[in-house]
């Protein structure tokens, strides 16, 4: 059984433990009594947080709202989840902290999943929350009438098994590595209460649900006044009797990313889960705000589309990398908060393989490759021909993103000096979306974000290019064959070696040339203490947020 509720060692503690163990190894050399360590400040009930968000929430009901960031933020705050994934995957794979459920074991097989309910939780209106919410909710999740973004999250579940109010049994039709995300996608859902309305009316009773919320997460919501604000107060049966230490936390919905940013150094906002690094000076230079950076989970990078001549040639698209110059882009563009990308494991996850380097830009290197490749200017107008057709291609991006906008002129201008013409165009993101998916393109810069599990099958398996999810057309064999290795590993560790091999083999054959990883920047006032925001959730530890009163 994994006992999820063991306590570790702390950081403070190691710490203190190795100040002792340095003063005993120094023998009497000091005479003077240690002096002992600042007490931090304990934190505080009561307050407002402000926190402004650029769009709405779908509702209260992640099942039956497109499953966007701001939705699974509040979702997360209003609902439990069995598990806590916990955002500590830069050095091994990620753990998972208690929350609905206090522990868990695996079957011998590794098909079954059994996980033991706190006792001690409840709906906000007071009734117990059991094992029969949990396999009600995962009916809910997998019903054609309620079709939930992440349904295929839970395809491989066969059932849910109650085996008694406080136990409940997960089957699976096999064994594969994302098991226990798989398990613990989405909140557990109030089956006492929303259970009155069959799944077949639930897409048309999206207020309903808001009128007939209850909660078992740490706030619930008081107000929400659709396109202005969402007021969160606290949930006063959470489990976590000390818990939320705030009062309110409102949520304010605020389109306009310069309108958030004068908010936020006026005053009348605390807190903004992301600004780009051109506002980092202003808000460094505030004496009121910090700065919270931290790795993004998402890379950028020029896709080529590989089912394409002459795109369909990893030598020519090698030389397309060694033509375009990464780390003046990333300068340009990031500055402090970016790094150049080499695989599509970022940097800050613990599968990096750390032994790959990024090609260099070498312009003479990637005109000798194209001319050993046959291209060569024959008329010199500047633009190398083969076969008498030039070397020309449109290179997309999506509307309203500056930093890809900016990255295109610049890979247009640097492809020019090798005598590779590039012409930019720019797309609302749905129109761009529509046909990268359909293959009807040469090249376009975006992002993919990398999901904790690792699981880059839709990217780069070939399997997955009929359904558009695998848009540069990138085939290999031995890359198929390790996604399905990796994909049927129970233990991740066990997995490292093939996550290497798999790095090795995307770097050679450069499916797309990696551009940036880049960091997040929230601004957050500075009376406002404990907050972190990670990549998994900008409000990931709301409840331990707290207000530190002003000085005179």
């Known amino acids: 059984m994994v006992n999820l509720m063991s306590g570790r060692l702390r950081p403070l503690t190691i710490a203190l433990l190795a100040v002792s163990l340095l003063a005993s190894c120094r023998g009497r050399e000091e005479e003077t009594a240690p002096q002992p360590p600042a007490q931090a400040e304990a934190p505080r009930r009561g307050g407002t947080v402000v926190l402004a968000w650029g769009a709405e929430p779908?509702?209260?009901?992640?099942?039956?709202?497109?499953?966007?960031?701001?939705?699974?933020?509040?979702?997360?705050?209003l609902f439990l989840r069995l598990l806590e994934e916990q955002p500590d995957f830069a050095e091994h794979p990620p753990t998972f902290a208690p929350l609905l459920a206090k522990s868990y074991e695996w079957s011998g097989d590794h098909k079954t999943i059994t996980f033991h309910l706190r006792e001690d939780v409840v709906w906000s209106d007071g009734v117990p929350i059991t094992a029969e919410d949990v396999r009600w909710t995962w009916q809910a999740q997998v019903h054609p009438d309620i079709v939930w973004d992440n349904a295929h999250m839970k395809q491989e579940i066969r059932d849910v098994e109650v085996v008694d109010p406080h136990t409940v049994r997960f089957h699976f039709n096999r064994?594969?590595?994302?098991?226990?995300?798989?398990?613990?996608?989405?909140?557990?859902?109030?089956?006492?209460?929303?259970?009155?309305i069959p799944f077949s009316k639930w897409r048309e009773s999206g207020d309903w649900f808001k009128e007939h919320l209850v909660v078992s997460g740490g706030f619930t919501v008081a107000s929400w006044t659709p396109q202005q604000?969402?007021?969160?107060?606290?949930?006063?049966?959470?489990?976590?009797?000390?818990?939320?230490?705030?009062?309110?936390?409102?949520?304010?919905?605020?389109?306009?990313?310069?309108?958030?940013?004068?908010?936020v150094l006026n005053g009348e906002v605390d807190f903004i889960a992301q600004v780009p690094p051109s506002e980092a000076p202003r808000i460094k230079a505030d004496p009121d705000l910090n700065l919270i950076t931290y790795w993004s989970n998402l890379?950028?990078?020029?896709?080529?589309?590989?089912?394409?001549?002459?795109?369909d040639?990893?030598?020519?698209?090698?030389?397309?990398?060694?033509?375009?110059?990464?780390?003046?882009?990333?300068?340009?563009?990031?500055?402090?908060?970016?790094?150049?990308?080499t695989t599509p494991i970022i940097t800050a996850v613990w599968a990096h393989d750390r032994t790959i380097q990024p090609w260099p830009y070498d312009p003479a290197e990637a005109r000798r490759i194209l001319a050993a490749k046959g291209w060569k200017d024959t008329d010199g107008d500047g633009v190398l021909e083969r076969n008498g057709k030039p070397f020309t291609f449109e290179l997309t991006t999506n509307a309203g993103n500056?930093?890809?906008?900016?990255?295109?002129?610049?890979?247009?201008?640097?492809?020019?000096?090798?005598?590779?013409?590039?012409?930019?165009?720019?797309?609302?993101?749905?129109?761009?979306?529509?046909?990268?998916?359909?293959?009807?393109?040469?090249?376009?810069?975006?992002?993919?974000t990398l999901d904790t599990s690792l699981d880059l099958t839709g990217n780069f398996h070939s399997r997955s290019i009929a359904d558009g999810s695998n848009i540069m057309r990138y085939t290999n064999p031995e890359v198929d064959r390790l996604l399905e290795q990796i994909a049927g590993q129970t233990d991740p560790e066990g997995a490292r070696p093939l996550?290497?091999?798999?790095?090795?083999?995307?770097?050679?054959?450069?499916?797309?040339?990696?551009?940036?990883?880049?960091?997040?920047?929230?601004?957050?006032?500075?009376?406002?203490?404990?907050?972190?925001?990670?990549?998994?959730?900008?409000?990931?530890?709301?409840?331990?947020w707290w207000i530190k009163p002003q000085t005179p």
């Open 58 to 77: 779908g509702g209260v009901n992640e099942l039956i709202t497109p499953a966007t960031q701001i939705t699974a933020e509040i979702a997360d705050r």
């Open 229 to 263: 604000e969402i007021v969160l107060v606290r949930n006063p049966r959470y489990f976590r009797k000390d818990r939320p230490y705030l009062d309110r936390a409102v949520m304010r919905v605020t389109p306009d990313a310069g309108s958030a940013i004068t908010q």
């Open 499 to 544: 996550f290497g091999r798999l790095q090795e083999i995307l770097h050679r054959d450069q499916p797309v040339t990696f551009l940036w990883e880049s960091q997040r920047l929230s601004p957050i006032n500075k009376r406002i203490q404990d907050a972190k925001p990670n990549v998994l959730r900008s409000f990931f530890n709301l409840e331990d």
């Open 175 to 196: 064994v594969y590595a994302k098991q226990l995300l798989d398990v613990n996608e989405g909140g557990v859902l109030p089956k006492h209460v929303w259970g009155q």
């Open 313 to 341: 040639d990893p030598e020519v698209r090698r030389a397309l990398t060694l033509a375009i110059d990464r780390q003046a882009i990333v300068d340009t563009i990031l500055g402090e908060y970016g790094r150049i990308g």
């Open 402 to 448: 500056q930093p890809r906008n900016d990255a295109v002129v610049m890979i247009q201008n640097q492809l020019k000096k090798v005598g590779v013409q590039a012409t930019p165009r720019v797309l609302e993101f749905n129109t761009l979306v529509e046909e990268t998916n359909s293959g009807e393109f040469d090249a376009t810069v975006t992002g993919f």
């Open 299 to 311: 890379w950028v990078a020029a896709f080529w589309n590989n089912a394409r001549p002459p795109f």
